[in-house]
């Protein structure tokens, strides 16, 4: 089986990324690549794609990892009917009732003036 994944290249702390065909029991370092079909740029989102190359192994059974379903439709291709699209996460707070902006606002406590407690 085949899959279509990210490969990481360039410098560290600098990744540059190689869109690549391989197969799916591979590592992405290791493994013999069957064809690179385009890059990514993280730095910059810029994305080249061959896209009748991507098409051809998308149409033949080759699974897209996660991020490249959404590299692969925010350029405009496609996807089959089974490839199974990335669910958006949502961010949860663990103790959300122990964050400042939900603690009751606090009362300024007015202090009586100064004759009427010299009055007193």
């Known amino acids: ?3 279509i994944r990210l490969q990481r290249n360039g410098r560290k702390a600098f990744p ?32 080249t794609l061959d896209k009748a190359e991507v098409e051809k192994y998308l149409n033949n059974g080759a699974q897209p990892s996660t991020r490249v379903i959404r590299i692969l439709t925010k350029e405009g291709i496609k996807m089959p009917k089974w490839v199974k699209m990335p669910t958006e996460k ?3 707070a663990k103790h959300a009732d122990k964050l400042r902006k939900n603690q009751p606002k606090e009362e300024p406590v007015e202090e009586a003036p100064a004759e009427e407690a010299a009055e007193a």
């Not at 391989?22 to 690179?36: K, M, N, T, W, Y």
């Open 1 to 3: 089986m085949l899959a």
């Open 16 to 47: 540059l990324y190689r869109i690549v065909v391989q197969e799916a029991q591979r590592h992405p370092l290791s493994g013999r690549i069957v064809a690179q079909v385009g890059s990514y740029n993280p730095h910059t989102k810029a994305t």
């Open 90 to 92: 949502k961010a949860v």
